[in-house]
T-cell receptor, first 114, second 117 residues
Framework: AQSVSQHNHHVILSEAASLELGCNYSYGGTVNLFWYVQYPGQHLQLLLKYFSGDPLVKGIKGFEAEFIKSKFSFNLRKPSVQWSDTAEYFCAVNARGGYQKVTFGTGTKLQVIP | GAGVSQSPSNKVTEKGKDVELRCDPISGHTALYWYRQSLGQGLEFLIYFQGNSAPDKSGLPSDRFSAERTGGSVSTLTIQRTQQEDSAVYLC???????????????FGPGTRLTVL
C-alpha cells in the first residue's frame, strides 16, 4: 500500500523567504503525485500535479515541485513567499493502474509573516 | 452543478444521536471520497467509492460509521450514536476516473462541520 510523509508540520517564514516543503512517498510502482492547498476558510484545491514527462512541474501562484524518483520525493518549492501563501499544504499520491485511491499526507501549515 | 456540494454546512448534535451528511459530486465523476479533518490531525481518509466496484472502507474508524452511494452519484455518510470525538469537518471529494490512470485530480466540497455536544 502507498503512504505519504510530510516531515514539516508547521513552517513559519518571513515574506520574500524561499520555501521548500518536503514530501516523500512509499510505493514501488508508477505514481501520480499532487500538491493541494487549503487557504484559511476555503476549500482544498489543487496546486499542481505530476503524472509523466518533465519531473519539474509548475503550478499556480509561482509554486513548483520536482519529482525525484530515486528519492521517492516530490518537494514543493517557491522562491519568494507572500503573506497570501499562508495556508495548509497537502501532498498526495496515487498508484497508477486500476482503481487506486489517492493517499494524502498529514499536511504542513505554512505561516508567512509580513 | 459546477462543483462538489455538501449539506448541511454545519451540524450540531447531541452525543448519542445519529447524523447523516450528504455529498453531491460533480456530474460524471465516478470516484467519490470521504475524509475527516480534525484540528491538528490532517486529512483522514474514511471511504472511497469507484464506479460499481465495492467501496474501500478501510478508513472508517468504527462500525458506527457507514456510507452509501446511490445510483453512482449522491453519497450519504452516516454516523450512528455520535461521540464527542466525532466532531470534525467532513469533506467529500470527487474525481473522474481516467482509463490511462494518468491523473485523478480530486475536487473538494466545502465540508460539513460536525459538532457533537
Amino acid at each position: 500500500a502507498q503512504s505519504v510523509s510530510q516531515h514539516n508540520h508547521h513552517v513559519i517564514l518571513s515574506e520574500a523567504a524561499s520555501l521548500e516543503l518536503g514530501c516523500n512517498y512509499s510505493y514501488g510502482g508508477t505514481v501520480n503525485l499532487f500538491w493541494y492547498v487549503q487557504y484559511p476558510g476555503q476549500h482544498l484545491q489543487l496546486l499542481l500535479k505530476y503524472f509523466s514527462g518533465d519531473p519539474l512541474v509548475k503550478g499556480i501562484k509561482g509554486f513548483e515541485a520536482e519529482f525525484i524518483k530515486s528519492k521517492f520525493s516530490f518537494n514543493l518549492r517557491k522562491p519568494s513567499v507572500q503573506w497570501s501563501d499562508t495556508a495548509e499544504y497537502f501532498c498526495a499520491v496515487n498508484a497508477r493502474g486500476g482503481y487506486q485511491k489517492v493517499t494524502f499526507g498529514t499536511g504542513t501549515k505554512l505561516q508567512v509573516i509580513p | 452543478g459546477a462543483g462538489v456540494s455538501q449539506s448541511p454546512s454545519n451540524k450540531v448534535t447531541e452525543k448519542g444521536k445519529d447524523v447523516e451528511l450528504r455529498c453531491d459530486p460533480i456530474s460524471g465523476h465516478t470516484a467519490l471520497y470521504w475524509y475527516r479533518q480534525s484540528l491538528g490531525q490532517g486529512l483522514e481518509f474514511l471511504i472511497y467509492f469507484q464506479g460499481n466496484s465495492a467501496p474501500d472502507k478501510s478508513g472508517l474508524p468504527s462500525d458506527r460509521f457507514s456510507a452509501e452511494r446511490t445510483g453512482g452519484s449522491v453519497s450519504t455518510l452516516t454516523i450512528q450514536r455520535t461521540q464527542q470525538e466525532d466532531s470534525a469537518v467532513y469533506l467529500c471529494a470527487s474525481s473522474r476516473f481516467e482509463t490511462s490512470g494518468r491523473s485523478n485530480t480530486q475536487y473538494f466540497g466545502p465540508g460539513t462541520r460536525l459538532t457533537v455536544l
